[in-house]
């Protein structure tokens, strides 16, 4: 979550750039080892704080702001006794230091820019270099960058451990760029000035020596989604998805997520409007049922009009109808203790039931398999066998299995897929469709054992399984959805119905995920319907307008992220089941015969 200037998260708001300089008197602050004097002369106010001796000297001085926006600190000080140096704190946060230049008389330096949330803050000046006297303070909005569609970072406002860089690196743009991002909350926050209230593409010139990396987005105070940075041991560019940008004074910022990169400049352009989309393929699957063929289709006819709520769970859509009043247009259902190697452990699962159930009502139903290793499960404290599918509670080795076709390994693969392979011929034989979402989630990091050996394996498992149940099962009631979205461990426009990615952003996120959207569409061209296969925090639906972010559905995960009121509060819940962008259980309508 973004933290550096307020425990709050902050919504679009018009910026500081209205807003008219304030001054705050320094007598009126809080002092520590200091004492209010009158002997000098051309002070302002009451008085000055003198006494700045010791090491823990200071006043701390109470501001208040009307608008989160940038602004300019200036201080009135005298210095009389030679150059000095005060120590400035941030509610409580270290915020630099201030130079101050000897002068017997009272003038005014300017201490830097702040990046303030609208409210109580307290501003402090702590002795450093002693022996000075401080009059007052000044807080007036910064004054806007040219709209060069061009911004660098180096002259952003910096928080935690970075710092402006311009020796460990060459080929940055400007005078330096950003380092340091190493604790959670080291951050920098760029001014930038844009021509017109509109959605631009944003680009961020960046390096990242240390392999690839994420860092958070935040635009206007208002967290919005990470944005993935390759590897690369040069300054490169990396398009950061859209952002809805206010006329004149906007705030974009990057907070460390996985640290270790640079931050050189980013750059803004008007987003230009997208074309229609071209996902109207058949299913991969040559042979689907009429009713899968008729799925497909349906979800391409809404695709980029309206997008389809979808909820993990049965009690969590009945959670739902209770607290919401509506019940979304997609089920979400797992096959996790349908594994051989957990019914081994009397594991049990009412999930075809559920699919039964569901369909009655007229839902479309969607289906992962947490697929618990078939074999070598570790089962110690932390690894229990439960835990089977995360690769940390296996020693099974997918690539090894696949390389000895005749080896046992290799024949409990097969044994575990004509298990699950049963309980969708259950759903096929009552001619229920599935959009079916196996080895999700399969990404370079390897949680899961499916992808804990890299994409070739993951890649190969996949198509093992498509042949097994089209051809060796004669499945034909399912639309294969991947969900994951390295193209490196793709399998292809031909085994794949739809792209989906699962997506947990920062708590109070409910951004567009427009970066994803944008590098999901490349990845297939724009013919295959993309979709948000699993969410924490449901998407504003308004903003999904805006951005031209046109997921084909959404299925929230159970639990704390649908019933907390934190990920998905119950106000904003209402206005998502509410919209007339989102197609709920009562609005699906006929998806299994349109054809």
């Known amino acids: 979550m973004w933290r550096p200037f307020a425990s709050t998260v902050l919504c679009l708001a018009a910026l500081a750039s209205k807003v008219l300089a304030q001054t705050y008197e320094a007598e009126a602050g809080v002092l520590t080892g200091v004492t209010v004097d009158t002997t000098a002369s051309g002070f302002t106010g009451t008085g000055y704080v003198t006494g700045f001796d010791d090491a823990a000297d200071q006043v701390a001085i109470s501001i208040n702001t009307t608008t989160y926006g940038v602004y300019s600190l200036s201080i009135r000080y005298r210095a009389p006794n030679g150059d000095k140096k005060a120590t400035l704190l941030l ?3 270290g915020a630099g230091e201030v130079a101050l230049v000897s002068t017997n008389n009272f003038t005014s330096v300017t201490a830097g820019k702040l990046l303030l949330a609208a409210g109580a803050h307290t501003i402090t000046i702590q002795n450093d270099w002693g022996w000075y006297d401080i009059d007052s303070i ?8 040219a709209a060069t569609g061009t911004f660098e970072a180096e002259d952003g406002i910096l928080t935690g451990n970075t710092y402006i860089d311009s020796t460990s690196a060459t080929g940055f743009s400007g005078t330096g760029f950003v380092n340091g991002f190493q604790a959670s909350a080291d951050s920098v926050a760029i001014l930038v000035n844009a021509p017109s209230y509109a959605v631009y593409n944003l680009t961020v010139r960046y390096r990242s020596p240390y392999g690839e990396k994420k860092t958070s987005l935040v635009v206007n105070g208002s967290p919005s989604g990470e944005v993935d940075l390759p590897s690369s041991a040069d300054f490169t560019t990396v398009a950061a998805g859209k952002v809805l940008l206010n006329q004149g004074s906007n705030i974009i910022a990057f907070q460390s ?5 640079m931050i050189d400049a980013i750059s803004i352009a008007v987003a230009p409007t997208p074309p229609p989309h071209k996902a109207n393929q058949d299913p991969v699957d040559k042979f689907a049922t009429r009713e899968a063929r008729s799925l497909l289709k349906y979800i391409q006819k809404k695709y980029g009009k ?5 909820q993990q769970t049965l009690e969590d859509i009945d959670w739902l109808k209770t607290n919401v009043g509506k019940k979304p247009a997609i089920a979400g259902l797992d096959l996790i203790d349908y594994s051989p190697s957990r019914v081994a452990h009397n594991a049990t699962s009412h999930a075809i039931e559920d699919a039964f159930s569901w369909d009655k009502l007229g839902g479309i139903t969607t289906f992962v398999w947490h697929w618990n290793a078939p074999t070598d499960l570790i089962d110690q404290p932390g690894q229990e066998w439960w835990r089977g599918f995360y690769t940390s509670a296996t020693t ?3 690539a090894a299995a696949l390389a000895n076709k005749n080896g046992t390994d290799y024949q409990l693969i097969l044994r575990d897929l004509d298990a699950i392979a049963v309980q969708l011929k259950r759903l096929q034989s009552r001619n229920i469709p599935i959009l079916w979402r196996p080895l999700h989630e399969s990404v370079a990091a390897g949680w899961f054992w499916w ?5 070739a394996a993951t890649i190969e498992l996949y198509k093992l399984m498509f042949d097994r149940f089209t051809k060796y099962h004669q499945i034909h009631n399912l639309i294969w959805v991947w969900s994951s979205p390295e193209p490196a461990f793709y399998p292809g426009n031909d085994y794949v119905d739809i792209l989906g990615y699962d997506s947990y952003p920062a708590l109070g996120d409910h951004g567009p995920v427009s970066s994803t959207w944008d590098s999901d569409i490349a990845l297939v061209s724009d013919k295959k319907p993309v979709t948000l296969s699993e969410v924490g925090s449901i998407p ?7 951005y031209h972010a046109d997921w084909s559905y959404f299925v929230t995960w159970g639990g704390e992220f649908i019933e907390d009121n934190s990920h998905n509060p119950i106000s904003f819940l209402k206005k998502v089941y509410n919209s007339s962008y989102v197609i709920t259980l009562g609005e699906v309508g006929n998806f299994k015969y349109l054809l």
């Open 91 to 93: 509610d409580g946060t």
């Open 138 to 145: 000044t807080l007036a909005p910064a004054p806007l960058p």
């Open 257 to 261: 997520d996985w640290g270790w990169y």
């Open 306 to 310: 309206k997008i389809l709520s979808g």
């Open 396 to 398: 099974f080795d997918i």
């Open 451 to 455: 992808s804990a050996k890299g994409p």
């Open 540 to 546: 504003d639906p308004d903003l999904l307008q805006v």
